[in-house]
Structure formats: structure tokens, C-alpha cells
């Protein structure tokens, strides 16, 4: 399917926000602070938001794996900027990656996981079903033995609204397949995770 026409899709959400506006009573004709809102809302939704929806996932770069390596290796904190498809608030977090990789196969460039998560959390989400993408995604284009998927994160639609929880109110989620479902390894991963975090918290 070609991609679409971001550009017209822009114009066109304009014109919608700009409706709502009207409904909503929020003057964007003469107030100067939101004469162009309709606009700028647009084009964050289509380009920011959204990014994920508009353009196919990027390519895996991958290398031999020369030495046969196939023990865990993992990889994060990645940042998760994400959408909540409940309410149209932010999510925002860290995501852990764990891979075991085929001795006889390659190895990932690892740069490409940090962009595989941003482009599926470039959609309205929610977390239990972004850690499963990015993991059948992983699956499906590389040859590892297991692949685990965790993600902790803050929902604004539970920190800014409704019951107002602590900002320091987090989600967390993992999905584990192939060999990182096994419960030894699996906790080997979640203690990898738990101290990168820790290191995260002390810099």
C-alpha cells in the first residue's frame, strides 16, 4: 500500500481540530495564542504522534556473529514516548530488551532496537499490546533463540486525570518468547533490567 499523503491528511485534520474548537468554544480566529492550534495540533498528530502508522518498520541491520556468541544479552533503557489509545495522552517510559541470539546466525546491530520501539510506540497504544509487537516483530525478522520485551512506564491519562496518581505511578509489562520464556533466564533478564534501571536512577 503506497504511503498517504501527509501533507493533505495535515490540512484535512486541520479543519476537523478547527471544528472542534468551535464546539468547544476556544476562539482560534482572533486569539493570538491559538489562531494557529488547528494547524500546529495537525501536524503534531500526523508527523509525532502517529509517526509509527505512516511508514514501514526500519530495516534490521545485522553482522556475522563471528565468535558463536549465544549467551543473554540485553539491551535498554530505551525511551518509550508513546500515545494512550483510551484517552489521546502521553505515555512515557523506558523499554528493556533481552535477546538470545543463534550461534550460527547474525547478530543485530543494536541501535535498530532503540528504532523498532519507536516506531511501534508511534501509534495511539496501549502497553500490554506494545511489548507483544515489538517482540513478534523481533521474532519474525531475526533468527534468536528468544527475545523478552519490557516496558515501565508513566500513563498521563492516570497521572493528569480521573483519580490523579503520583507521578511516580508506573505500568509495567513483558513479553517473553522462545527461549526467554524458560523461568531461569527470564529472571536472569528481569535482574539485568532491574539493574540498569538502578543505574538509571543513580546518574
Do not use: W
Amino acid at each position: 500500500m503506497a504511503p498517504p499523503d501527509r501533507d493533505a491528511m495535515v490540512a484535512e485534520a486541520a479543519m476537523k481540530i478547527s471544528e472542534l474548537f468551535d464546539i468547544l468554544e476556544i476562539d482560534h480566529k482572533n486569539d493570538h495564542n491559538t489562531r494557529e492550534t488547528p494547524q500546529r495540533v495537525a501536524k503534531m498528530l500526523v508527523r509525532d504522534v502517529l509517526r509509527g502508522r505512516y511508514c514501514e518498520p526500519p530495516l534490521i541491520t545485522s553482522f556475522d556473529n563471528a565468535t558463536g556468541y549465544d549467551e543473554l544479552i540485553v539491551t535498554g533503557p530505551i525511551s518509550v514516548i508513546s500515545t494512550c489509545a483510551h484517552h489521546l495522552m502521553p505515555i512515557y517510559g523506558q523499554a528493556f530488551i533481552g535477546i538470545i541470539p543463534n550461534a550460527e546466525g547474525k547478530l543485530v546491530g543494536l541501535s535498530k532496537y532503540d528504532r523498532i520501539v519507536d516506531h511501534f510506540a508511534g501509534r495511539l497504544q496501549i502497553q500490554e499490546e506494545l511489548v507483544k509487537q515489538i517482540g513478534e516483530h523481533l521474532i519474525e525478522l531475526t533468527a534468536a533463540r528468544g527475545i523478552a520485551v519490557r516496558i515501565s512506564a508513566v500513563h498521563m491519562c492516570k497521572t493528569h486525570r480521573g483519580v490523579l496518581a503520583s507521578r511516580n505511578s508506573r505500568m509495567v509489562t513483558t513479553a517473553c518468547f522462545g527461549e526467554l520464556q524458560g523461568e531461569a533466564v527470564k529472571k536472569q533478564f528481569l535482574t539485568e533490567c532491574a539493574a540498569l534501571e538502578m543505574g538509571l536512577r543513580c546518574d
